[in-house]
């Protein structure tokens, strides 16, 4: 029976004095269903996390290693209780822990990361919450068990399959048979394989085996299919033995089984006995290419985005420099436009453009923009009537009523004829601080 602290503990906390008009409270435990389980049982351990406001971000802590054992992460559970008038707000996260041996094992301490309010506030704070470990203790297999037979789970099914017809069989065919269990409340590594009984005149070649857990937010399952192909050798009848898988069910307590019948299979003359060498070479190479394939992926190296550990490190070194070379590349760009940009803003050829952009407003701005351009030049009077008597022969230009009779035409000849004469080539991107 599962026990309830919560209770227990906001009144120890507060005897200490920390209460709802007093600083935030946030607190965690750690509780497991059982304390002693036998190996491949499942424990339920429940990580809750209590605050006297509310969390500003979700919490999950996602799978927990316990050495000794396979966990699985199931689901948060939000949860609230009111104590002394106080509201509690609390995030429980259930996990689900499988020992695959015989030493007792620990569910370890945690340091949680939650965002909080203060009492009165909305903002999250970042606390950190430390859990205390639990220890379970796992009882061994029972001594009239073997561990090629144990399992525990609360439910076995069991299916079997053949590649042929079994009543049409004579000497050098090849029989595949495939058997599948489902077990519910177990993980697929604990599924022990089969061990398969020898039979006389027939040799045998087990084929990789495939294993797979199904994990909803309530339950969990797992599955392991095998493979066995029969080479039939000699003419008459094989029994196949019944086969019993048995299992354990932690809830009741008690043993079940499931059973596959005996069959009986009579094996016919073949006159073609010179292919039985050929379909046993055939098979022996096609069990060692499994075995191989098996072997290399259980070796099979750490890899990251598909490549190995490595191709990674270089790949991200290299991406590291091209980062640093764009970033460097981005910086000139921004300094060299930024200092174009000032000395445009410095420059006779922006005053000019203000000019020009003047003509659209009325004459106090068109003069006050035209004296302010022809300050930026080396003239003898920085006034308009003589910029305009010097340089605007024949081009008509009013200095007393530019508005009327400036255009842009004429402004940018009498520009250049300024510069004719001081001589100074303009360019399309001359610039004249």
């Known amino acids: 029976m599962r026990i309830d602290f919560i209770p227990l503990i906001v009144f120890v906390c507060l005897l200490f004095g920390i209460s709802e008009g007093s600083a935030q409270n946030v607190w965690s435990s750690v509780t497991a269903d059982k304390k002693s389980v036998f190996v491949g049982e499942p424990i339920q351990v429940s990580v809750t996390v209590y605050t ?4 500003t971000t979700g919490l999950d802590l996602g799978n927990i290693k316990v050495e000794g054992a396979f966990t699985v992460y199931f689901r948060p559970v939000s949860k609230s209780f009111v104590q002394n008038g106080q509201n509690y707000s609390g995030v429980e996260l259930i996990y689900h822990v499988f020992p695959f041996s015989d030493d007792d094992i620990e569910f370890p301490a945690l340091d949680i990361e939650v965002e909080t309010p203060p009492p009165g506030g909305y903002k999250g704070v970042k606390r ?5 470990p639990v220890a379970i203790t796992v009882k061994p297999i029972p001594k009239t068990f073997q561990s090629s037979e144990w399992l525990v789970a609360t439910n076995l099914t069991v299916s079997e399959n053949w590649s042929v017809n079994t009543s049409e069989v004579k000497v050098g065919d090849v029989l595949q048979r495939t058997i599948t269990r489902n077990a519910a409340w177990t993980v697929a590594e604990l599924i022990p394989p089969t061990v398969w009984d020898s039979l006389p005149n027939v040799s045998m070649y087990p084929g990789r085996s495939t294993v797979d857990n199904n994990k909803s937010k309530t339950a969990i399952s797992a599955q392991r299919t095998e493979t066995l192909r029969y080479l039939f050798e000699k003419e008459g009848e094989v029994e196949l033995p019944e086969k019993v898988y048995t299992w354990f069910n932690p809830y009741s307590k008690k043993l079940y ?6 069959r009986t299979i009579k094996v016919k003359p073949n006159p073609d006995l010179g292919m039985l060498e050929s379909v046993r070479d055939s098979l022996r190479l096609q069990q060692q290419k499994e075995v191989a394939a098996e072997e290399a992926e259980e070796e099979k ?3 990251i985005l598909g490549l190995s550990l490595k191709q990674f490190i270089i790949a991200v070194l290299l991406c590291l420099i091209a980062l640093i070379i764009v970033f460097r590349i981005i910086r000139w760009l921004v300094r060299y ?3 174009r940009r000032e000395a445009y803003l410095n420059s006779e050829k922006f005053y000019f ?3 020009l952009k003047a003509m659209n407003k009325d004459e106090v701005s068109l003069k006050n923009a035209f004296y302010r351009w022809i300050d930026e030049l080396q003239i003898e009077e920085p006034s308009v009537q003589y910029f305009v008597q010097k340089y605007g022969a024949n081009l008509n230009i009013n200095a007393f009523e530019l508005k009327r009779t400036l255009t842009k035409h004429k402004l940018k000849q009498l520009r250049k004829n300024y510069f004719n004469e001081v001589r100074i080539v303009i360019k399309s991107n001359w610039i004249n601080p």
């Open 337 to 339: 436009l930024t200092a």
């Open 257 to 262: 089984k499931r059973t596959l019948k005996a």
């Open 353 to 355: 453009h203000l000019v």
């Open 301 to 303: 190296p750490l890899t």
């Open 52 to 55: 006297s406001t509310w969390f």
């Open 128 to 132: 950190t919450v430390k859990s205390k």
